[in-house]
């Protein structure tokens, strides 16, 4: 919805991210962990994949500035990288990976998308940022609950889906508050633009009737 209403910069990455979430939500049922190890199976492909169009289009929601883009994106993409290919070592070699380590790479992309997001709350206040960063900020705060709770790791594929959608109506706030902040600044921009050509044809007005006077009084006194 927010991709197709008006296009903002970053939508259809993410539209592309949630997608892929809802698509892993819709079929838990195909890929429940069985033990406490990791599969390797082609739903996380979904997964790394989802979570590699997440970090971009909130790369480019949040307008990270082109300085720290590489960074942003280092910090996003290389977590889930990392978890690509813990997936496809396990699936090649059959190797017993706790799940709890697989779920480390997992929240480091939301950490670092929570980060970002709080940065961008400072620089735009009002526009909803602070909840995007609590959204994403919320996924990591929940392993960590779950690892020191020491439950079973499964819960929080459960859980984390109420921060997805707390994020979803963010955006879809935050981007009209957004928007209607570059309304009023443009129709401010229109207006002090309109005030200063009154101004300047007031004052062509001025110079005209003086110039018109000058010129009877030239011709009076020939």
Same mark, same amino acid.
């Not at 799940?99 to 620089?123: D, T, Y």
């Not at 995007?132 to 020191?148: D, K, N, Q, R, T």
């Not at 594929?157 to 981007?175: D, E, M, Y």
């Given at each position: 919805?927010? *991709?197709?209403?008006?296009?903002?910069?970053?939508?259809? *990455?993410?539209?592309?991210?949630?997608?892929?979430?809802?698509?892993?939500?819709?079929?838990?049922?195909?890929?429940? $962990?069985? /033990?406490?190890?990791?599969?390797?199976? $082609?739903?996380?492909?979904?997964?790394?994949?989802?979570?590699?169009?997440?970090? @971009?289009?909130?790369? /480019?929601?949040?307008?990270?500035?082109?300085?720290?883009?590489?960074?942003?994106?280092?910090?996003?993409?290389?977590?889930?990288?990392?978890?690509?290919?813990?997936?496809?070592?396990?699936?090649?070699?059959?190797?017993? =990976?706790?799940?709890?380590?697989?779920?480390?790479?997992?929240?480091?992309?939301?950490?670092?998308?929570? =980060?970002? #997001?709080? *940065?961008? %709350?400072?620089?735009?206040?009002?526009?909803?940022?602070?909840?995007?960063?609590?959204?994403? @900020?919320?996924?990591?705060? &929940?392993?960590?609950?779950?690892?020191?709770?020491?439950?079973?790791? =499964? %819960?929080?594929?459960?859980?984390?889906? #109420? $921060?997805? @959608?707390?994020?979803?109506?963010?955006?879809?706030?935050?981007?009209?508050?957004?928007?209607?902040?570059?309304?009023?600044?443009?129709?401010?921009?229109? %207006?002090?633009?309109?005030?200063?050509?009154?101004?300047?044809?007031? %004052? &062509?007005?001025?110079?005209?009737?003086?110039?018109? #006077? /000058? &010129?009877?009084? &030239?011709?009076?006194?020939?």
């Amino acid at each position: 919805a927010l *991709w197709q209403r008006d296009g903002a910069r970053g939508m259809a *990455w993410f539209a592309a991210g949630m997608g892929a979430m809802a698509l892993m939500a819709a079929t838990n049922v195909l890929h429940q $962990p069985i /033990d406490a190890f990791i599969r390797a199976t $082609p739903w996380q492909a979904v997964l790394v994949v989802g979570l590699m169009a997440l970090a @971009l289009g909130v790369i /480019d929601y949040l307008h990270v500035a082109a300085a720290r883009r590489r960074l942003a994106l280092a910090a996003t993409l290389l977590p889930t990288v990392a978890f690509g290919l813990l997936i496809l070592y396990v699936g090649i070699t059959g190797a017993k =990976v706790p799940r709890s380590l697989g779920q480390l790479p997992v929240a480091l992309p939301f950490l670092s998308m929570g =980060v970002l #997001a709080a *940065w961008a %709350s400072r620089r735009e206040p009002g526009a909803g940022q602070g909840r995007v960063a609590a959204s994403f @900020l919320a996924i990591p705060a &929940l392993a960590v609950g779950i690892a020191i709770a020491r439950t079973d790791g =499964v %819960s929080l594929r459960i859980f984390a889906f #109420a $921060p997805f @959608l707390v994020l979803g109506l963010t955006l879809l706030t935050g981007s009209l508050v957004r928007r209607r902040r570059a309304l009023e600044g443009e129709v401010a921009r229109r %207006s002090a633009a309109e005030a200063e050509l009154t101004r300047m044809n007031a %004052s &062509l007005e001025e110079q005209v009737a003086e110039r018109t #006077a /000058d &010129l009877h009084n &030239l011709v009076a006194g020939l």
